[in-house]
């Protein structure tokens, strides 16, 4: 079964910082890969996505993350970060089936 | 489009008792997912379904849970009974067959007494 691992549980930066996610996965076959966003209280939001190509994603906000198939890694990054970015983070895969496996999320906390 | 609508928002009830819990998908997506999210275990996938019909439920935690999907628009999770330990937020989502973007409703909160 795959597995999804997210570094770190919880992150507390201030604005403008910078940020980054890692997220790692197990599967060496050909995988689709996601980052999810949940706001607090809210459902969860396609923040980027990868199925093939380049393996630098843009996403919405500001988000990109970078796919390195040789280290299994699929990791998030912004540039500067707001207040608005505390939310909780999910790294999903999935293998050719609709089955997504999710990372145990990380916590973004952004000090005003 | 409206998304994924989820009903109840929240459910409170006792132990004992018959649960269930509603998703309307995006219309056009053939495929439907429930999820359950819990502080100790993240999120997990209970049961997905394909055209109306379940692929997989393996993820479903015992005989207490059931799903059904009767129609392209609508599905239900049922808890009979239902347990404490069954206190969650409960996702639905959809995708299309032709991507593997998942799309998740508001959730439902549920709290079992």
């Known amino acids: 079964a795959q597995s999804v691992s997210q570094h770190n549980h919880h992150v507390i930066l201030s604005e403008a910082a910078s940020l980054e996610l890692g997220c790692n996965y197990s599967?060496?076959?050909?995988?689709?890969l996601f980052w999810y966003v949940q706001y607090p209280g809210q459902h969860l939001q396609l923040l980027l996505k990868?199925?093939?190509?380049?393996?630098l994603v843009k996403g919405i906000k500001g988000f990109e993350a970078e796919f390195i198939k040789s280290k299994f890694s699929f990791n998030l990054r912004k540039p500067s970060v707001q207040w608005s970015d505390t939310a909780e983070y999910f790294c999903a895969v999935n293998e050719n089936d609709y089955k997504l496996s999710f990372g145990a999320g990380t916590t973004v906390t952004v000090r005003a | 489009d409206a998304g994924v609508i989820q009903s109840p928002r929240h459910e409170v009830t006792e132990m004992g008792q018959e649960v269930t819990l509603r998703c309307k998908p995006i219309?056009?997506?053939?495929?439907l997912f429930w999820y359950r999210q819990t502080m100790m275990r993240g999120l997990e996938l209970l049961i997905y379904?394909?055209?109306?019909?379940?692929?997989?439920d393996s993820g479903m935690p015992e005989d207490r849970f059931s799903a059904k999907m009767p129609n392209a628009s609508f599905s239900t999770l049922k808890i009979q009974p239902s347990e404490p330990r069954d206190s969650a937020v409960y996702f639905c989502?959809?995708?299309?067959?032709?991507?593997?973007?998942?799309?998740f409703g508001p959730g439902t909160r549920l709290l079992v007494l």
């Open positions: 379904f394909n055209n109306n019909v379940p692929i997989d």
């Open positions: 599967y060496g076959g050909t995988v689709n």
């Open positions: 989502a959809s995708s299309t067959s032709g991507g593997a973007t998942q799309y």
């Open positions: 990868y199925f093939s190509g380049d393996p």
């Open positions: 219309s056009g997506h053939d495929y």
